[in-house]
């Protein structure tokens, strides 16, 4: 069994008595009579919280399938697929209890004190996809995300682990006693008695547990989804998934049962440990390296509306429960799977970047600086907001790739140009101008003009030209960055949508409005059928799609790609993420142009987006600036701020962006005007 479980001892006593009463199990369910009913009520049951097992349990688990030849089997065929009297279902049939419960009533009976105490109160909640997992898989992700906690518990501490498979009774869950003579009308006790209590036995085990293990194999790779209908009836009315559908990563973020748990756990401020097949285990330092981009993109895409159930009889529960995480909604529904998805993707980033910093402090400076992830490392804490983590590690990889490999060396202006990036996203201005016209200078001498690399660098130096106000030498950049990558990358390649989206941005600073629009429409058709719906980029093309319909006067085609790009955010990236606060800003000051009169729902929305953004980016940020603004406007609205906190604000626009800066120009119009009908106008 050394390849299951390699540090458990299997001839540890405690993992024979377990593995006696599973072969007692076995033998009476060939020669008695399955029960008619489970041999105990629920209410003599053991709480669903005590059914933990723990990893002798799992051994001798292991150990009996390997000896009945179906520890390769998937999850769903270990609960009731073909075999001799070993399916859990099987298993179980002469107690009608779960296998925890039914191997802690042999060893009570049979005197086997060791097993009955490898059941117990769990600590741990697995969750994982019966789709796709097999059982050895399993036994041995948990082994090896549980032993090394074991081993730092102080004084020891044996983990009990709450798995649904051995937990719950498989046979209650499938009907195997629903009769149908006995209904919940005509015989309430009798109905419930023939049942698993959904309503309870989750709720009893996540209340217990202090850790969550999520599975998280296979990490990459695709894999055709089942052809199970949707947990929102709203999605499902739309049509049955379509085949086949090709999804991307671990089959746990696309199950409906996963997403809830994990969401309840980690809302009960349960810790987060991804679990992850040996396989995972043995390649994951190589993939943080080679395929982080892959990682992050499908967490990145994970959305709670299209998870999938193969149970709809459960969907009342788990609705039920989401619709509770946003009380008074107008579609609860909706609003709870948003609270779903922007918990479960905030804490599987958060894995991602502490796996990716413990695998750098692996490396010995000079590799560490030179190496492929701290660059990829530092990407990912910029496109979640975390500008300062970003800013580190950038400066320790240019400063490391000047030294060892040059000033010009291709890796250098990899990483110069990711600090300029960043350095223009602070709002440093002149410190991006700076690194992004070296990394020009030196990618046209390298590479040529016409290189992607160059043509990239020569996007963001035109960006920034354009924040500093010199909007010619700008437009001349984007428009060389946009035809060279239409030439070298094609129409629909992230690249050349996001400078045409930048060259948009000019257009609009210079009032083309009419100019911008179709390249705007061309950037978010193409984001959406390439990048998804979801995608940053994506999320960046809506709000800038919003803006210009805004500065028409479409409020009303505005609004929905405001409340879109809003949704998109939180859920993606969080509520302090610099896009997110934006588009908050952004719909709250629609919503008070929309309807002065009743400027309330604009407040709400508002909420302390101003505090936040001072807190995360700083006073004097231009995202901080705007929605400062904003919330002037509102607060004039509401009648507990006058212009003069308006025009304060303007004045610190004029002394951080400059006069001519569109956004400064264009609240000081606000400021003279009664009806201030100017909306969103970062675009970054």
């Known amino acids: ?74 999850m769903g065929d270990i609960c009731k697929g073909e075999g001799e009297h070993v399916t859990v279902c099987a298993l179980t049939l002469s107690t009608g209890l779960s296998l925890a419960e039914s191997v802690a009533h042999v060893a009570e009976r049979d005197g086997l004190l060791l097993a009955r ?110 052809p199970h209908p949707f947990l929102s009836p709203q999605r499902d009315a739309k049509g049955a998934p379509a085949q086949p559908w090709v999804r991307r990563g671990a089959a746990a973020i696309t199950r409906a049962w996963c997403l809830f748990e994990l969401s309840v756990a980690l809302g009960k401020k349960c810790k987060l440990h991804v679990a992850l097949s040996r396989a995972d285990c043995k390649a994951f330092g190589e993939m943080l390296s080679n395929e982080f981009d892959q990682i992050a993109g499908i967490v990145a895409a994970i959305d709670a509306r299209d998870a999938q159930i193969s149970k709809v009889e459960d969907r009342g529960y788990i609705l039920g429960r989401i619709e509770a995480l946003a009380p008074g909604a107008a579609d609860a529904e909706a609003e709870g799977l948003s609270h779903v998805t922007a918990r479960v993707s905030e804490a599987l980033r958060g894995w991602l970047v ?100 160059t043509l990239a660098s020569i996007e963001f130096l035109g960006t920034v030209l354009k924040a500093k106000g010199d909007l ?104 302090r993420h610099m896009y997110t606060l934006g588009s908050i800003g952004n719909y709250a000051d629609l919503l008070c142009r929309r309807d002065p009169v009743h400027p309330n729902r604009a407040r709400t929305a508002m909420g302390d987006a101003p505090e936040v953004a001072r807190e995360v980016l700083g006073a004097d940020h231009p995202v901080s600036l705007l929605i400062e603004a904003q919330a002037a406007r509102i607060g004039i609205a509401l009648g507990v701020a006058g212009r003069t906190v308006l025009r304060q604000v303007v004045a610190r626009m004029e002394a951080v962006l400059g006069p001519e800066h569109p956004q400064t120009r264009k609240y000081k119009l606000v400021c003279e005007s009664a009806a201030g009908r100017f909306g969103g106008l970062l675009r970054m």
């Open 354 to 453: 502490a796996s990716a910093r413990e695998e750098l402090g692996r490396l010995a400076p000079a590799e560490r600086a030179t190496s492929v992830l701290i660059n990829s490392c530092g990407r990912l804490l910029y496109v979640q907001g975390d500008l300062p983590g970003a800013e580190a590690l950038y400066l320790e990889a240019v400063g490391g790739r000047r030294d060892q490999l040059g000033d010009w060396h291709p890796d250098t202006l990899v990483s110069i140009h990711n600090l300029g990036r960043l350095l223009r996203a602070k709002g440093d201005l002149n410190g991006a101008e700076a690194l992004l016209r070296e990394a020009v200078l030196a990618r046209r001498d390298v590479f040529g003009g016409r290189h992607p690399d």
């Open 1 to 74: 069994m050394g390849s299951i479980c390699s540090t458990t001892d299997t001839n540890d006593p405690a993992v024979q008595e377990v593995l006696l009463a599973l072969e007692t199990l076995r033998t009476e369910v060939r020669t008695s009579s399955p029960a008619a009913l489970p041999i105990k009520p629920h209410d003599l049951r053991l709480p669903s919280g005590d059914r933990g097992v723990s990893l002798a349990f799992l051994a001798a688990i292991g150990l009996f399938y390997e000896r009945h030849g179906g520890v390769s089997l998937a």
């Open 117 to 226: 105490g490898a059941v117990s109160r769990a600590r741990g909640f697995f969750s994982y996809s019966w789709t796709g997992t097999a059982l050895v898989d399993m036994l041995a992700a948990i082994e090896d995300v549980v032993r090394p906690l074991e081993a730092l518990s102080v004084g020891g501490g044996e983990r009990h682990v709450w798995v649904d498979m051995f937990c719950a009774s498989q046979n209650l869950l499938a009907g195997v006693y629903r009769s149908p003579s006995v209904t919940k009308e005509s015989d309430p006790a009798g109905y419930l008695a023939r049942k698993e209590d959904t309503d309870r036995i989750f709720d009893d085990a996540l209340e217990a547990v202090s850790e969550v293990y999520f599975y998280c194999s296979p990490l990459v790779g695709e894999w055709d989804a089942p």
């Open 472 to 575: 010619d030498g700008g437009e001349a950049l984007l428009c060389e960055a946009v035809e060279g990558q239409r030439e070298a990358l094609g129409d629909r390649h992230p690249s050349t949508l996001h400078s045409i989206n930048s060259l948009g941005h000019l257009l609009c600073d210079k009032g083309d409005i009419e100019g911008a629009e179709p390249l705007y429409r061309e950037v978010l058709k193409g984001n959406r059928e390439t990048l998804g719906d979801r995608h940053p980029d994506t999320l960046a093309s809506i709000a800038c799609l919003g803006m210009l319909l805004d500065d028409k006067g479409d409020l009303d085609g505005a609004e929905p790609l405001y409340r879109e790009a809003l949704d998109g955010t939180r859920e993606t990236l969080g509520d």
